[in-house]
Nanobody
């Protein structure tokens, strides 16, 4: 099992920046990908950005050029990934979730709220 904890959300004005962190601990040796998803009120959860263990990235079209996902940083007890969010827009307001995949399994964090005011 993998424990996933997100941090770094908050309230920011349009045009501002935030950096989210995701730390995965537990059975981390077999992690394949780590990524960020978001869910706005009344909408389905959607992909934001993902990164594989070898550094391949994937972004939603809506965030390309504004958001950057880091490579997976590894130490003995946890894997960490960051999401740098620049030029934030009100439509980026959502709860942001970190997802970790390993083989046939996936684990999710509890989410962190990002609110962008206009």
């Amino acid at each position: 099992q993998v424990q996933v904890v997100e941090s770094g959300g908050g309230l920011v004005q349009a045009g501002g920046s935030l950096r989210l962190s995701c730390a995965a601990s537990g059975s981390i040796f077999s992690i394949n990908t780590m990524g960020w998803y978001r869910q706005a009120p009344g909408k389905q959860r959607e992909l934001v950005a993902t990164v594989t263990r070898v550094g391949s990235t994937n972004y939603a079209d809506s965030v390309k050029g504004r958001f950057t996902i880091s490579t997976i940083s590894r130490d003995k007890v946890k894997n960490t990934v960051y999401l740098q969010m620049n030029s934030l827009k009100p439509e980026d307001t959502a709860v942001y979730y970190c997802r970790v995949t390993r083989a046939a399994y996936e684990d999710w964090g509890q989410g962190t709220q990002v609110t962008v005011s206009s």
